[in-house]
């Protein structure tokens, strides 16, 4: 049974109580969803993909950015974005806005270019947080932020950086908690959803509550109305391996996948990056191409498209952080999700 951390907040004890009931029904919910399927073991093997509909939804498959800044940097975003369109992407997520030696873009002409070849923008990915005070970042420039992603006429705008501004402790992260509802706030006024992109850290536990997951924390904290997350799959479950025990030992697993069914309106956005099993590496698994590795993706994808709404309001964006050939990933991968398929019932 989980356990209710120990904590002296009862107003946080009450919340994470809550998540931890409701975490054994996001695990059932998945199950049943699966049609009683179990769990994905950390090492499993995705299954032979069936003869139903695709398991992405039509108009959602897209990419980050930052896989191929090598391409963006040398051939410019016009170059990138005809590879991307020709192997069947419809969205891209940004990861800055400058195509390097390229030469410079206006954000209108930056703009054009996407929609010119076929692409939507649905995102970007801007820092929190900086000792500088001129950074380009939601603490020091948020106006600035959030005037260029309203001229991209972007939906949805956010940070892959974690809330460690003020440590790693329960208060430190309300208080990041704090300004990333600010931060939502400010964004919803024109149109746009704030989210946070996790690594595996996130899913550490708290250095003053060892009970507390600090995953957890940001959750409780931030309204869900103003704070959306962008579950990057493959180091959620980089977390569950390094991150199944509390410091004291007890085991604390957790799935990935019942964060997302507990509450599916809160990850529009996901990043499907793929590893192969290795429980000799740091984060038990090493990044590999899309399809290469042991996550299973139609199982995680079929999950969430069963959820209300869920082939509607969810966006896949496919990525590496450093494939051995960018344009040859982006086309793997493109071309292995696009041949998933919904297991026979």
Request: glycine share 10%; charged share 25%.
């Amino acid at each position: 049974m989980p356990r209710t951390p120990r904590t002296t907040d009862p107003e946080l004890a009450r919340t994470l109580s809550r998540r931890n009931m409701l975490g054994v029904a996001a695990g059932a919910t998945a199950a049943a969803l699966l049609g009683g399927a179990t769990t994905a073991s950390a090492a499993g093997t995705a299954p032979a993909a069936g003869r139903g509909r695709p398991v992405l939804p039509p108009g959602r498959l897209g990419i980050q950015l930052y896989s191929l800044r090598d391409k963006v940097s040398t051939l410019g975003f016009a170059r990138v974005f005809e590879e991307l369109r020709r192997f069947g992407y419809d969205e891209v997520e940004y990861a800055g806005y400058s195509q390097g030696s390229a030469g410079p873009l206006t954000l209108a002409q930056l703009r054009r270019l996407t929609r010119d070849h076929g692409l939507r923008a649905i995102g970007s990915h801007v820092g929190y947080y900086s000792d500088d005070p001129g950074a380009y970042t939601f603490a020091q420039n948020l106006t600035k932020v959030l005037d260029d992603a309203q001229a991209l006429g972007l939906k949805h705008i956010g940070t892959a950086s974690g809330p460690w501004r003020y440590g790693a402790t329960v208060d430190g992260w309300k208080r990041c908690a704090e300004e990333f509802n600010h931060y939502g706030a400010e964004a919803r006024k024109r149109g746009m959803k704030f989210y946070q992109h996790n690594h595996a850290e996130e899913f550490s536990f708290a250095t003053d509550r060892p009970d507390v997951r600090l995953y957890d924390v940001l959750l409780a904290e931030t309204d869900p109305d103003l704070v959306y997350l962008e579950m990057d799959i493959y180091w959620a479950y980089a977390g569950r391996f390094r991150f199944g025990r509390r410091p004291d030992g007890t085991p604390a697993p957790f799935d990935p996948l019942a964060y997302v069914l507990e509450q599916p309106d809160r990850y529009p956005l996901f990043h499907v990056k793929d590893g192969e099993r290795d429980d000799t590496a740091r984060d038990g698994y090493r990044m590999v191409d899309v399809g290469d590795g042991d996550i299973d993706y139609q199982r995680f994808i079929s999950a969430v498209g069963r959820t209300h709404g869920g082939r509607r309001d969810h966006h896949w964006q496919a990525e590496h952080d450093n494939p051995a050939e960018s344009l040859t990933f982006a086309r793997k991968a493109a071309s292995h999700l696009r041949s998933l398929r919904e297991k026979d019932c």
